[in-house]
């Protein structure tokens, strides 16, 4: 009964790969977002999505792309990775691009050898 | 722009302590304001929140007021416990609705 879930949990890849991470809510959400939380701890957000539109695109290398084939996935396509990507990437979605608060899933730890 | 600043951590107590967490924020307007929490392996839970000047946010024994004339949302509670060990965060939303987060305190309870 997750309501906002990430898969994978843990991902652990070289420099140059490509891959994704899903997330999915089953709240009926209207808009979802993608955070990076660095090793600090210090939490930013990248994207986010409201009903498959883009509405929020920060200062976020064009290596990432994020993808909603519907209201409730927004995936996480991130190419020729680097040292640098490796971080907690968090899915959150909120009832729509006005409302607080927002459900946040359990992160994918993603370490980049 | 918008930003947090929250203290540093790690905060290390004993059980039946008192906790305060310092949250102070720069922001156009009036910015809603919130404190999440991370427990390990986990995401971030809301804690509380407030809308409004002078609101008080509450929730498990935690409080935090708002207060625009310091600009701050400092976080207490009374008497932790272990279970209380966690990673909080202060943030506010912005335009756009995003969330802009402090650094995180990480709070450990002794028993």
């Known amino acids: 009964d997750t309501a906002v879930s990430q898969t994978p949990k843990y991902l652990v890849t070289q420099m140059g790969n490509d891959k994704s991470i899903k997330c999915e809510q089953n709240l009926g959400h209207d808009t979802m977002y993608w955070y990076k939380q660095d090793s600090k701890k210090f939490l930013k957000i990248m994207f986010s999505?409201?009903?498959?539109?883009?509405?929020i695109n920060e200062t976020v290398p064009n290596r990432f792309s994020p993808k909603s084939p519907d209201k409730a996935h927004l995936n996480l396509h991130i190419n020729s990775l680097e040292l640098g990507d490796s971080a907690v990437y968090f899915c959150?979605?909120?009832?729509?691009?006005?409302?607080?608060?927002?459900?946040f899933g359990d992160g994918t730890r993603l370490s980049i050898l | 722009g918008d930003s947090v600043t929250q203290m540093e951590g790690p905060v290390t107590l004993s059980e039946e302590a008192f906790l305060t967490i310092n949250c102070t924020y720069t922001?156009?307007?009036?910015?809603?304001l919130f404190w999440y929490v991370q427990y390990p392996g986990e995401g971030l839970q809301l804690l509380l929140k407030?809308?409004?000047?002078?609101d008080k946010g509450s929730n498990k024994g935690f409080e935090a007021t708002y207060r625009k004339e310091t600009t701050s949302f400092h976080l207490e509670k009374g008497s932790v416990q272990v279970s209380d060990s966690a990673v909080y965060f202060c943030a506010l939303r912005t335009a756009g609705n995003k969330l802009t987060f402090g650094g995180g305190t990480r709070v450990l309870v002794k028993p």
């Open positions: 407030a809308t409004k000047a002078d």
């Open positions: 922001a156009t307007g009036y910015p809603s």
């Open positions: 999505y409201n009903n498959k539109e883009l509405i």
């Open positions: 959150a979605s909120s009832q729509d691009r006005h409302s607080q608060p927002q459900h």
